[in-house]
């Protein structure tokens, strides 16, 4: 998604993604109009129902064994997904294929910044999982289920994830640079105050070791600050309110300073080159929900392996989390409401936060070994299970809006990075206002 101003060469890429993601939507898909409800098998002669799925990101379902457990469980049955790095561009072709109620997969991922607008407006083109057997509300967290809910009741998808928020750091970083490594310690030097980060960043840019800086971009701090504010875009009215939300503005500043004092880097958030600067160990410190750490580990060289640790935050928040529904035109509708239901089950949210740190929006997997013994290959024998519970606990319960995406990412990719580009922090907020209006329509 970019500005109506953007380039001839940016909407080719654009383009070009939706082209890519269209392509895969439709692989294995049932004509329009197919009423979904039976299963049918492929035409290899294997005898088998493939149930595809759309991702986007590193979910980490297959990196954790769960396509091959449940393939194992259930003989007759395959599992195929197609992924999209970046749901920014996996986002608008899965709205557009919902628009016309075709091209689209027997399982659709949808992130938590995109749930109200599908709640609001797709609902019907989705299966009720409030009305499939087997399924419990009570097995997730109330305002999870709650947010995939139409006012009706009719709630259109399960909940995978959440993303309460930590600080991820490099332990060997930080000891260079004359800070505390043990995350207690660490936690209690910004506790309470996301200002007291930025402190911490001016101790470590002082003694920080040749070629790296404190944190890995201003669009990751802002993302962090904004997760631990109840209200952000929208209000509980569902009133866009971001340009007046003082809570907004004093994020945007704080990360603006951050930027002008050097403590961030000149990056936007999972693009190859904000990549690369994990693998070549460029910053210390990164927000971090639970899902960061699969990304950290998708991007480190072997030798990052047990030296980054994870510390609380300054305040609770959420950033990010999903959600997996089964539009009612799929081929494979039944199939994939019980795969759906298998998948987001609390076993298997604690099976997949023990490999790939998605930390569960089911409650009774946070009393599981493999999430209270968790550890992870990045941040070595450090217990994490336990940080990121608590960051739950203290997670605010956010109003979410149907274009907080859009908002979000043009405070951070079309405003305050341009901080780091030279702009002013007035300017850099006037450019994200501008972007970010022109794709509403005000």
């Known amino acids: 998604m970019r500005a109506r101003t953007r ?9 070009a993604a939706v082209a890519s993601l269209g392509a895969g939507l439709l692989a294995g898909c049932a004509d329009d109009g197919g009423d979904g409800k039976g299963s049918s098998t492929d035409g290899d002669g294997s005898g088998k129902t493939t149930i595809t799925l759309g991702l986007f990101g590193t979910m ?27 749901n920014e561009n996996y986002y608008p072709p899965l709205l557009n294929h919902l628009t016309t109620n075709s091209g689209l997969l027997d399982v659709q991922a949808v992130e938590v910044a995109n749930i109200a607008e599908i709640v609001n407006t797709q609902a019907a083109k989705l299966s009720d999982f ?49 800070l505390p490594t043990d995350p207690g310690e660490v936690g209690k030097l910004w506790a309470g105050d996301w200002a007291k980060l930025i402190s911490v960043g001016e101790r470590y840019k002082k003694k920080a070791p040749s070629g790296t800086v404190f944190m890995d971009s201003p669009g990751g701090l802002l993302n962090g600050i904004l997760g631990s504010e109840k209200e952000r875009f929208y209000d509980s009215s569902g009133k866009i309110i971001y340009k007046s939300n003082p809570a907004v503005r004093t994020a945007f500043n704080l990360t603006a300073e951050a930027a002008e004092k050097g403590l961030v880097q000149a990056q936007t958030q999972f693009q190859p080159a904000w990549n690369s600067t994990i693998a070549n160990s460029k910053f210390a410190t990164v927000s971090c929900p639970p899902w960061m750490l699969g990304t950290l580990k998708d991007n480190s060289k072997p030798e990052a392996k047990g030296k980054w640790a994870v510390a609380a935050a ?43 740190a998605s930390f569960p929006s089911a ?62 922090a007035q300017e850099a907020w006037d450019s994200a206002v501008k972007s970010i209006d022109n794709k509403l329509d005000q």
């Not at 709630?155 to 309460?164: A, Q």
């Not at 013994?373 to 450090?382: L, R, S």
């Open 60 to 86: 980490g379902f297959k990196e954790a064994g769960l396509y091959a457990e449940y393939e194992k469980l259930n003989p007759k049955i395959k599992i195929a997904d197609n992924v999209i790095q970046k």
């Open 7 to 15: 380039s001839a060469r940016n909407r080719a890429v654009v383009l």
């Open 130 to 178: 409030s009305k499939v057997s087997g399924v419990d509300k009570s097995n997730w967290l109330d305002w999870k289920w709650e947010q995939a809910t139409t006012k009706d009741g009719q709630t259109i998808g399960l909940g995978t994830d959440v993303g309460p928020t930590a600080i991820c750091y490099r332990k060997d970083l930080y000891e260079q640079a004359g």
């Open 314 to 356: 300054p305040k609770g928040g959420n950033w990010g989390g999903s959600f997996l529904t089964v539009p009612k035109s799929g081929k494979n509708v039944a199939e994939a409401q019980k795969f759906v239901a298998w998948l987001t089950a609390p076993k298997q949210q604690a099976k997949l936060f023990k490999v790939q």
């Open 363 to 424: 409650p009774a997997a946070y009393t599981m070994p493999e999430v209270t013994g968790a550890v992870n290959e990045m941040t070595g024998d450090q217990p994490i299970g336990t940080v990121f519970a608590d960051a739950a606990k203290g997670a605010p319960v956010q109003v979410i809006g149907p274009k907080d995406q859009i908002i979000q990412q043009g405070l951070s990719d079309n405003g305050v990075i341009l901080v780091t580009k030279g702009k002013s």
